[in-house]
């Protein structure tokens, strides 16, 4: 006989986890009893949003679901903003919710929540364990459910007096997940149509990847001479040194590289959505039907045709994609080697810095990082316009090197870069963050420095949340409203925690600065000063407000 809370997390230890995230709740007790002595690490966090995002991160870095605990009501408000994350990353997450008792279901007893209806809209799935006995049954659908297809987050309700609860029940085994394949036919159609091509272009994102997948994908490219550009914000999923890497389809596309995805006469998609932010607001290709001749690889069959019509459909994760790849048996054409040659030559040059006012210039410190930080340290990042000078000018090395939300979602990079120190202790871990992002989850310092995690911060200090104002600016310029900040001494702020704290005002002073914070042994902030004025990678406030609309 175990009680619910031990039969609950021995179905944790089965299916290997490793790692748990959460803010304590009473109404789920046992939950916390049964992780008491278990071969799971619980990392106690300060606030529910921020266990969700590490919880999240974790998934990305491992490609387990990252797995997060949190009570009911206002618990799953809070986390509700790593749910979505999950969601529009394809990141493979369980939470379990600690629920009210049966006895007081749907009396709007002490902070109870209708779970099912509420999280419906964004999460794989949900449910509520109502009988101990059927907990191996329910944890091990959850697996399944976050892994399978196009992962993503489930959530399971766990009231009070079924955790407590006692049973004689045996475990579940290990989840087994069944994953698609390309077909024989779909990949001659591949063969042929990349024999047909003139201009072709690959896209690679979304779930499953891997470095040997990387591998594969940069040799075929290399053989074939094909020109490959990362989705949104994963830039880290082909090595950007690479000859045939022209550049990620995202937020400021570069010019050259936009107009190749219109014209290119096949289009090579392997496991990317082509959502809003990659493909330029629906307008680098047509809806249903794009000019170019699609191929679009994905793990769920049901994403295939969902905005676009595909020539190619192939249900198949990135490894049995990229497994059936080497089998194609395809001569390179001269064209290739110098259509890619040119959008390489376009990728580099957007590298080169372009000068910003102020007496911190944003654009050299990103350099300076990409340039200095090891091969394999990971960077994180929330949401704001200093992301954009980060995806700008960094060049990621190795797969899983960034952690980025596709879903635009502030405060991210804080919990995010806990999680990957945690999953690799051995690996530097940088977090940059605008000073607007920073505090959304700037509490997570305090659990940095509780796990002892030498994590470091870069944080982006402009007085203002600088992305609306830039899109204020351009609507409705110099009636600034809603977007000024009055912000504490960040180095201080580290300095309280006993972490360690520094405050940049010139460029030169930066990269000392790191590489004291590197050495520091401890969590580290770098508060970095810039001006209002240089509010993005190529306009200013001042250029903003000159093209902006007439006033109405």
């Known amino acids: 006989m175990r009680h619910g809370g031990q039969i609950l997390v021995d179905q944790l230890v089965v299916n290997g986890a490793e790692c748990a995230f959460t803010v304590p709740g009473e109404s789920f007790l046992a939950a916390l009893d049964g992780l008491h002595g278990a071969k799971i690490k619980t990392v106690v966090c300060r606030q529910e949003g921020g266990a969700s995002m590490m919880a999240e991160a974790w998934g990305k870095m491992t490609g387990k679901p990252g797995l997060c605990f949190v009570t009911r009501g206002p618990g799953l408000a809070n986390a509700m903003a790593g749910l979505h994350i ?4 394809s990141t493979p997450m369980i939470l379990f919710l600690g629920l009210p008792a049966a006895e007081t279901e749907d009396r709007e007893a002490f902070q109870e929540i209708e779970t099912k209806s509420l999280l419906g809209s964004f999460v794989k799935w949900s449910a509520v364990i109502r009988d101990t006995r059927r907990i191996p049954e329910y944890v ?5 459910a976050a892994l399978s297809g196009r992962p993503g987050p489930v959530v399971l309700g766990l009231p ?10 045996a475990d579940g085994k290990t989840a087994e997940v069944a994953h698609g394949a390309p077909s024989g036919q779909a990949m001659s159609a591949l063969g042929a149509a990349l024999a ?18 990387a591998r594969t994908i940069e040799g075929f490219a290399d053989k074939l001479s094909i020109p490959v550009a990362s989705a949104f914000r994963y830039q880290d999923y082909i090595d950007n040194r690479h000859r045939c890497y022209v550049g990620c389809a995202g937020i400021g596309i570069d010019a050259k590289l936009g107009a190749a995805i219109k014209a290119a006469d096949l289009l090579l998609v392997v496991g990317a959505r082509l959502g809003e932010m990659t493909t330029s607001a629906y307008t680098l290709l047509d809806i249903p039907n ?27 994760n990135a490894t049995a994609f990229a497994e059936a790849l080497r089998g194609l048996n395809i001569q390179p054409k001269a064209a290739w080697g110098k259509h890619t040659a040119d959008l390489r030559a376009a990728c580099v040059a957007a590298w080169k810095p372009l000068p910003t006012p102020g007496s911190v210039q944003l654009e050299q410190v990103m350099r300076h990082c990409s340039e200095t930080l090891p091969h394999d340290a990971i960077v994180t990042n929330g949401a704001g316009n ?16 960034g952690l980025a939300p596709t879903s635009g979602s ?83 702020f580290a300095r309280s925690f006993g972490a ?20 520091s042994g401890v969590a580290a902030i770098i508060e970095v000063k810039t001006e209002p004025e240089a509010i993005s990678v190529k306009q200013t406030i001042t250029q903003l407000r000159a093209a902006a609309k007439p006033a109405k």
């Open 86 to 89: 999950a969601q529009q990353d």
């Open 140 to 144: 091990s659908r959850a697996y399944h």
């Open 160 to 169: 009070e007096d079924m955790l407590s609860a006692e049973a004689d029940v």
């Open 196 to 213: 047909k091509a003139e201009r072709p272009l690959m896209i690679v994102g979304g779930p499953g990847w891997s470095s040997e997948i």
């Open 290 to 316: 794009p000019r170019q001749m699609l191929a679009h690889v994905h793990p769920s069959p049901d994403e295939l045709g969902s905005v676009y019509r595909a020539d190619i459909p192939i249900a198949s």
């Open 386 to 401: 200093y992301a954009a000078f980060l995806h700008r000018y960094f060049e990621y090395k190795n797969y899983r090197s």
């Open 410 to 492: 502030m405060g991210y990079g804080l919990p995010a870069a806990i999680a990957a120190k945690l999953a690799s202790p051995k690996q530097t871990v940088v977090n940059f963050a605008g000073d607007g992002c920073f505090m959304m989850t700037c509490q997570e310092l305090a659990t940095a420095m509780l796990y002892d995690l030498p994590i470091v911060t870069v944080l982006v200090n402009n007085g203002m949340y600088g992305t609306i104002r830039m899109h204020q600016e351009r609507e409705y310029p110099t009636r600034i409203s809603g977007t000024q900040l009055r912000n504490p001494d960040f180095a201080a």
């Open 500 to 519: 360690h704290g520094e405050t940049v005002t010139r460029t030169e002073e930066f990269g000392p600065a790191l590489e004291r914070a590197l050495a």
